[in-house]
């Protein structure tokens, strides 16, 4: 069995809008952890309107399960364990499974506690498999466990992924690492093993969905070209309409110049005919009349 390995290494290009994933999870009250033997998984209450989108279709959450060691490898190796969120679309679709490495060299979070509470309440009430407990996990959103940094992304046997690299690995502490591994053993299978293309979305998520933050309309190299366009055009036309004002300007110069230069000829030629007016009966008849 072959894990995927999550690794700058095995990129085979972006994916932006087709793996857009914007999100705002609500807040749960009611949370129920079960022991799977192979995995914890607990509950999380559905909303009013759907907390994902992905490839701007619709999703909403259907389970979060822990995993202890990870289901993937990290740059060739496997971690402490995987955050696996599963989402189910609203209008028929793959699944989505969002994933987060946990490891006990990761940064400690808003999520970090509510793993340790999930841990520590399946120690106390579900320490084998088939057991479950409402107690002790209290009130949590998973917007505190998504990383708002660049993911990977495939899609493989019917299901689309979104993977967190263990750079931003969601932190645990040893002393939970010991009680999850003491009530769930490693799981015997795993889905995520098909050989596939990985991508990488280097914008991140959004933790929006009315478009304040960045949901990406097209991943595909010429539609990046077409927003710059887009933009080039936009400032082209502002450049036009300062382009225009400036040959007002320019020609409102010309004009009032040209006026100038008609007014001083015109000075000119009344002042040459004064003159002239002046001088020619000094030289005519004027003296002979009275000499």
């Not at 999520?111 to 057991?131: D, E, F, L, R, Y």
């Not at 010309?254 to 230069?261: C, E, K």
């Amino acid at each position: 069995m072959s894990l995927i390995n999550i690794s700058p290494q095995n990129i085979a290009g972006t994916c932006e809008s087709k793996c857009s994933y914007a999100f705002k999870y609500p807040t749960t009250n009611s949370t129920t952890v079960s022991n799977y033997g192979a995995y914890l998984q607990f509950t999380y209450e559905l909303s009013n309107s759907s907390p994902v989108l992905y490839n701007n279709k619709s999703y909403n959450v259907s389970s979060i399960s822990i995993y202890s060691p990870s289901l993937h490898k990290y740059n060739n190796a496997t971690t402490d364990g995987e955050v696996v969120i599963r989402h189910t679309p609203v209008s028929g679709g793959n699944p989505l499974y969002v994933i987060i490495p946990l490891s006990t060299g990761g940064l400690t979070t808003t999520g970090s506690q509510v793993i340790s509470t999930v841990i520590n309440a399946a120690g106390k009430s579900a320490p084998s498999s088939g057991k479950n407990t409402n107690k002790g996990v209290g009130e949590f959103t998973l917007n505190n466990f998504i990383p708002m940094k660049q993911f990977y992304s495939y899609t493989t046997s019917g299901m689309d992924c979104i993977v967190f690299d263990i750079s931003n690995a969601i932190g645990i502490n040893s002393a939970d690492l010991k009680i999850f591994k003491s009530i769930v053993k490693a799981a015997p299978s795993n889905p995520f093993t098909v050989s596939t293309s990985l991508f990488i979305n280097t914008k991140g998520p959004s933790n929006s969905l009315n478009g304040d933050s960045d949901i990406y309309i097209d991943c595909q190299p010429t539609d990046q070209t077409i927003e710059t366009v887009t933009r080039d055009k936009k400032t082209s036309s502002s450049d036009l309409g300062s382009q225009e004002n400036l040959m007002y300007l320019v020609y409102f110069v010309a004009f009032m110049f040209l006026i100038y230069v008609l007014y001083s000829m015109m000075k000119y030629i009344t002042t040459m005919r004064g003159d002239t007016e002046t001088i020619l009966p000094m030289k005519g008849g004027f003296f002979k009349k009275y000499k």
